[in-house]
């Protein structure tokens, strides 16, 4: 079955930088559309970043607004894992961050699958 394993989640002060990792298995971690969400108390689930394949077989990745230039999600094949780089972290970047796997991006929401979250705090 899917299973999604977070992990990287820590404690840092604004400006600092934390890389979270996604272990992925029991799909095709090769085509499907990977992406992180998080979620902070009182708040919505947020896209944060989404990585796809495009149809020339290259990646595409997007980025929420609130990230851009800040955050970067990438992955490793060969190690079924997905990262996402945060640098320069703001107060307002804490949350519960999860991994999420679906065949196709407009479908994370509705047939993803999901990890249980890793907890990133950002306080001075």
């Known amino acids: 079955q899917v299973q999604l394993k977070e992990s990287g989640g820590d404690s840092v002060q604004p400006g600092g930088s934390l890389r979270l990792s996604c272990v992925a298995s029991?799909?095709?971690?090769?085509?499907?559309?990977m992406a992180w969400y998080r979620q902070a108390p009182g708040k919505e689930r947020e896209s944060v970043a989404t990585i796809d394949i495009d149809g020339n077989m290259g990646e595409k990745t997007t980025y929420a607004d609130s990230v851009k230039g800040r955050f970067t999600i990438s992955r490793d094949f060969g190690r079924t894992t997905l990262y996402l780089q945060m640098n320069d972290l703001k107060l307002e970047d804490a949350a519960m961050y999860y991994c999420?796997?679906?065949?196709?991006?407009?479908?994370?929401?509705?047939?993803?699958?999901w990890g249980q979250g890793t907890q990133v705090t950002v306080s001075s």
């Open positions: 029991g799909f095709n971690f090769n085509v499907y559309c």
């Open positions: 999420a796997a679906a065949i196709r991006c407009d479908w994370l929401e509705t047939h993803g699958n």
